[in-house]
């Protein structure tokens, strides 16, 4: 079971995305900041296959976020999620899903981040 590090600074937001992460076979560890994700990060390193990240937050955004934890774990998969952005304005390291997003997109995007990085992870 792959574990994600689900980080958004909207309780509802970072609620429907455990919810639903859970409901589909995922392990799933929260944070409702950046600064406070690096410390559940530090706490479960060993197990965090993917994280999935609100890119506005207050303390840290999650771009910034993203770059400290592939610093840690290189190749970590990121999804970053946001309302307010442009595909184009993501580093092309990290893939992106606009909200509002539906349930099945989040699902197909989250699967595929967790099986190309086993793949990758098997092939090293």
Same mark, same amino acid.
Not at 48 to 58: A, E, K
């Given at each position: ?47 965090? /296959? #993917? !994280? ?11 771009? $910034?976020? *993203? =770059? ?36 099945? /997109? #989040? !699902? ?11 793949? $990758?992870? *098997? =092939?090293?």
């Amino acid at each position: 079971m792959a574990t994600v590090l689900v980080v958004d600074d909207e309780p509802l937001m970072l609620t429907m995305i455990t919810q639903v992460l859970q409901q589909n076979g995922f392990s799933v560890v929260t944070a409702g900041s950046g600064a406070k994700a690096m410390s559940v990060f530090r706490s479960h390193a060993n197990d965090i /296959d #993917l !994280l999935v990240s609100d890119i506005r937050m207050p303390d840290m955004d999650g771009p $910034a976020l *993203a =770059a400290e934890l592939q610093a840690e774990i290189p190749g970590l998969p990121v999804l970053l999620i946001s309302g307010y952005c442009e595909p184009d304005q993501i580093d092309n390291d990290y893939e992106f899903l606009a909200k509002p997003f539906a349930v099945t /997109d #989040l !699902l197909r995007r989250v699967k595929s981040l967790v099986v190309r990085n086993t793949c $990758a992870t *098997a =092939a090293s």
